[in-house]
């Protein structure tokens, strides 16, 4: 198999709208669940239902790939597969470094989904001396001083951060010097990076937040909910002592408490 570093997806994938790029793995995702179970062709209609989105999305994303479909038959699950994999870039060998092997490194260099969608973890790399050696999902964890030499031995141009917020943009420098031109970031920090390297953020605490904010919104607008505005808040000097003399474990509670 080719490596990540030398082999690039075909050139046409450039013309794909970045909006299309993120729903090709809802596409696969949805394809290789009917393909394991030998469905041999898909509607746009059922296949877009699976993936989350509309038909006629749908429809116009797999114009950019050149899939029309059949009319009448639909589209051909194994031939969809393999071009979907194909623009990702999934049909060759992609050796990734996790740089950060505490609890969500771990879990990451443990995850098996890496292997199906053609990533390898070449290496497991961590500034703890005392991790050095010690096998992760069975590979040997090494230490960040190699960093620049196993990212050339091993062709790699995939990083995953799972560091510290504090250190994770001296790591994320030290990858992109060392040729690793993709990233994805699973500390709490927004990382800066020159033109050229991709980063891709995924940060669970902010996904839970915007959930959060969603179960308050359904919460307080129940179906036949008064909507009026609730009426002002009484001056200072004429609220309750109640609800003046509210204390957290460092004073007053804010109304809005910070992120």
């Known amino acids: 198999m080719a490596t990540g570093r030398t082999h690039r997806p075909a050139t046409r ?33 059922e296949l877009a239902a699976a993936a989350g989105v509309n038909s006629a999305k749908l429809r116009k994303d797999f114009s950019y790939l050149g899939s029309y479909g059949t009319r009448g038959v639909g589209y051909d699950v194994e031939y969809l597969v393999y071009q979907i994999s194909r623009e990702l870039g999934l049909t060759q060998d992609w ?37 050095t050696g010690k096998p992760v999902a069975g590979i040997p964890v ?24 504090g250190v994770a943009q001296a790591v994320c420098d030290r990858l992109v010097a060392a040729g690793v031109t993709s990233i994805l970031n699973f500390a709490p920090t927004v990382l800066s990076v020159p ?17 959060a904010f969603h179960e308050q919104r359904k919460a307080g607008e129940e179906p036949g909910e008064d909507t009026a505005p609730p009426a002002a808040a009484p001056p200072a000097a004429t609220r309750t002592t109640a609800e003046s003399g509210r204390k957290g474990p460092d004073g007053d509670v804010p109304a809005v408490m910070p992120a």
Do not use: C, W
């Not at 450039?14 to 469905?39: F, K, M, N, Q």
């Open 195 to 211: 033109d050229g390297v991709d980063v891709r953020k995924v940060d669970l605490s902010i996904e839970l937040q915007i959930l």
């Open 142 to 165: 090494q230490h960040s001083d190699d960093l620049e030499k196993i990212i050339a031995e091993d062709g790699v141009s995939i990083g995953v951060i799972a560091t510290p917020a």
């Open 95 to 131: 050796p990734v470094v996790i740089v950060g092997i505490g609890n969500l490194g771990a879990a990451l260099a443990g995850y098996g989904g890496f292997a199906s969608r053609g990533f390898r973890v070449a290496a497991l790399i961590d500034a703890d001396p005392a991790m």
């Open 13 to 45: 994938s450039r013309g794909i709208p970045e909006a299309t790029v993120a729903r090709l793995p809802l596409y696969l995702r949805a394809l290789t669940a009917l393909s394991e179970r030998s469905v041999p062709t898909v509607s746009s209609e």
